[in-house]
């Protein structure tokens, strides 16, 4: 038997072979990939899908260790996105892995093809490029998702999946809705948003950065994050890729 019927011997056997050969049919573009991103990447392929672009323009640093997928204390300094290909191949190596070592943002945003993907997912930490994807993705063909904030959470419990405009006590959200108003630029559809209402304060001292990523200048404030909220969180993002999936190929 091939090693890749034996990979997926368990999803089939839940899932059936339809559902499955429509999984490996699917093109997926995953927009950041720290540690909702990363997480959600993994789960993607250990699902069944084949075809996954990932896009993120940082360096794995020793702060992403406690909470990324890809990061550890041999990946350290790495390119994340090549990282991240490595170990998702060395999962399926028959998997279709495009990397894009780029920020999304208003200068790139016209070389992304969002029609040519069948889902789009957003793990950005960025405001302001957060609601430009939302924006674009929200007038493409695909399906889209959405990862509001992880930081400053604990309990696993009060994670939740809701519409963006119902998401409740997330100020990630608050500030995107805001944004959008204030632009009178609103997103041309609907669409689902993992998030959790809850939201504690950091305890500790903000870290003296010796240089400043982008994506930390795009954030301001260092917020305390967790592996097992952000896990979830990507997790949750893959399984309604695949939970809408394997619903229209039920059709």
């Known amino acids: 038997m091939a090693i890749r019927d034996e990979i997926f011997k368990r999803n089939r056997l839940l899932l059936g072979d339809e559902a499955m050969n429509t999984l490996a049919t699917k093109r997926v573009i995953l927009f950041g990939v720290g540690g909702v991103g990363s997480w959600c990447a993994e789960s993607l392929i250990r699902s069944g899908i084949i075809h996954l672009t990932i896009v993120d323009s940082d360096r794995v640093c020793a702060s992403n260790i ?3 997928l890809m990061a550890t204390t041999l990946t350290v300094g790495q390119v994340k996105v090549d990282a991240l290909k490595e170990r998702l191949l060395s999962i399926n190596p028959q998997a279709d892995i495009t990397t894009i070592g780029k920020v999304f943002n208003e200068e790139s945003a016209d070389t992304f093809d969002l ?9 950005i930490d960025s405001l302001k490029d957060k609601a430009l994807l939302i924006l674009l993705a929200t007038k493409s063909k695909a399906k889209f998702f959405s990862s509001m904030g992880a930081a400053l959470k604990i309990d696993p419990t009060r994670i939740r999946v809701t519409e ?3 998401v409740e006590g997330d100020p990630l959200a608050r500030m995107l809705r805001k944004r959008f108003r204030q632009n009178d630029q609103y997103p ?3 669409f689902q948003c993992v998030y959790s209402d809850e939201l504690l304060q950091n305890k500790g001292p903000q870290p003296q950065q010796k240089e400043e990523t982008l994506s930390q200048i ?3 404030q260092t917020n305390g994050s967790l592996a097992h909220i952000t896990a979830i969180f990507g997790c949750t993002l893959a399984g309604l890729v695949l939970q809408d999936a394997v619903e229209k190929a039920a059709e």
Not at 115 to 123: H, R
Request: glycine share 4%.
């Open 66 to 68: 406690n909470r990324q």
């Open 115 to 123: 029609d040519s993907y069948d889902y789009i997912i957003d793990a």
């Open 164 to 166: 963006f405009w119902k």
């Open 188 to 190: 041309k559809r609907k």
């Open 218 to 220: 795009n954030k301001g």
